[in-house]
């Protein structure tokens, strides 16, 4: 017989992963490794803040969900709750948050690092407890990774915000895998204006900025209507570089 080994995403960061492996292979053979196992079937959905329309549409449809995740716990549709995801990079922006959530009549709870050790703690020891009894959820990466969230949710949102304090994709990546891994409760389906059907749900990022210009030079300032003229552009210049 032999072994299959089955690691985190995040386990080979520092080389640890093939340390173990070369370790565990001169005993026994090693017949698969597989470092993602995929959980869900979660469509990303991402937007550039940068971009009026897109950040306009990014938070459209958090009002829209957090609103129907409230009334659907009204009106019987889901007694025990649909709620929204949200995810913030700052604790100033999860509290804003949640006073917009508050001005919309949707109960919320809000989870940052800022809060006292006692409250994370409580929060943490059963994070379904916590926002059982609300229809939106508000937080930053203290709840990030190895926190699933087991109870139902109708859809997530990530805002990702640029800086030295901010989280980064990393973290963001890591957030839209929390809330989809419990099968019995998986995100609501989403239709898209194509017809198209999401049966996985979706999980929606807002990124910071513009899209990255297609030019090798890193501006991240370039408007994105011109980024595949830019790209031939800089392609036919490598062409004739090389003739």
Not at 56 to 85: D, I, K, M, Q
Not at 160 to 174: E, F, N
Not at 209 to 222: A, R, T, Y
Request: aromatic share 6%; with cysteine; hydrophobic share 30%.
């Amino acid at each position: 017989s032999s072994y299959f080994i089955a690691m985190d995403a995040d386990f080979d960061a520092n080389n640890k992963g093939k340390t173990l492996l070369k370790g565990v292979a001169k005993k026994k053979q090693v017949l698969h490794v597989q470092t993602t196992l995929p959980s869900s079937e979660t469509t990303i959905v991402y937007a550039y803040a940068g971009i009026t329309e897109l950040n306009v549409a990014f938070e459209e449809r958090l009002e829209l969900s957090c609103r129907t995740s409230a009334e659907e716990r009204r009106n019987g549709t889901a007694p025990e709750g649909n709620r929204t995801y949200i995810g913030e990079d700052w604790p100033s922006d999860v509290n804003k948050r949640c006073e917009q959530l508050r001005s919309w009549g949707v109960p919320v709870k809000g989870l940052h690092g800022k809060m006292g050790g006692r409250v994370r703690k409580e929060a943490l020891k059963d994070l379904d407890a916590f926002v059982d009894p609300v229809d939106a959820f508000v937080v930053t990466s203290v709840a990030g990774i190895g926190t699933d969230q087991n109870c139902k949710y109708r859809a997530g949102f990530k805002r990702i915000r640029s800086g030295d304090h901010a989280s980064g994709s990393r973290s963001a990546g890591q957030t839209a895998g929390r809330v989809n891994r419990n099968s019995d409760n998986p995100l609501d389906p989403v239709t898209a204006p194509d017809g198209t059907v999401y049966a996985g749900g979706a999980f929606y990022v807002l990124l910071p900025g513009l899209p990255p210009n297609l030019n090798s030079d890193g501006d991240s300032n370039q408007d994105p209507k011109d980024r595949a003229a830019n790209k031939l552009k800089s392609m036919r210049g490598q062409v004739d570089e090389r003739r």
